[in-house]
């Protein structure tokens, strides 16, 4: 059997005497799409941001590409091949659309500070290949033409892609969303569906939080189940939908405020 990508044993996370999250276990292969669901405040967020870096477990292991991951250091995650979107848009709004997915391609650069000054031919060529890299994932992601634009002008599901973007900009081997369809009407979710199935095509595999179990049933290969920060259940979405926990934990009570 192969290794997994990204492999999580035992997590476990507390604020103060609250266990936000109690040895969490999960696995994402290559070329796999994992979804990530549980009611609010399950510990969804908080496992992401503890696999990204931005909080060290207590307990537990976390290795990526068979390595273990630097704790407490996003950049060093964010370089090694693992970058995450966050459930509120984190753009620069201000800045262009172009502007945006250039920045991605920071982790990737060489050019020091006395390179960006002196600006040999090295660093020009880097500059005009950053840019190009840029343009081409614009259209990639369905942004063609609107690179001149200010990204807060955008819709949100546009600003959404552009997120998605420039994460892509940093050349992840795994892309992990927070709520990428969060607020997005029906033909939004489907579009955004066809590009996270493309990016996956590209070889990248991809952990996604949602809330909308239909959704992320049509999406994933295999999803995990958090409740009170514990894992519920794992399985394929079939397994998901029928299990009897799941249901009374959270499909049900989905139901339940659907038909309420």
Known sequence: MSVPLLEARGVSKRFGGVRALQGVSLEVY????????GPN?????????????????????V???????????????AAAGLVRTFQNIRLFPQ??????????????????????????????????????????????VGLAGQGGRVASTLSYGDQRRLEIARALATRPRLLALDEPVA??????????????????????????????????????DRITVLDYGQCLAQGTP????????VIEAYLGT???????
């Open 41 to 61: 405040g399950a510990g969804k967020s908080t496992f992401f941001n503890v696999l990204t870096g931005l909080y060290v477990a207590e307990e537990g292991t």
């Open 254 to 260: 989905a139901i339940e405020e659907r038909h309420g």
């Open 183 to 220: 607020g997005m009407n029906g033909v939004e979710r489907q579009r955004m569906a066809q590009l996270l199935q493309r990016i996956r095509e590209q070889g990248i595999a991809l952990l996604v939080i949602e809330h909308d179990v239909r959704w992320i049933a049509g999406l994933c």
């Open 30 to 37: 290559e070329n796999t799409i994992v979804g990530l669901i």
């Open 238 to 245: 079939a397994e998901i939908q029928r299990d009897p926990r």
């Open 95 to 140: 800045m262009s659309v172009l502007e945006n997915i250039m920045v991605g391609f920071h982790v990737r650069t060489r050019a020091g500070l006395w390179g960006a000054w002196l600006r040999p031919s090295a660093v020009r060529q880097e500059e005009h290949a950053i840019l190009t890299g840029a343009q081409e994932l614009l259209d990639w």
């Open 63 to 77: 290795r990526f590409a068979g390595r273990p991951l630097s704790v407490g250091q996003p950049h060093q995650v």
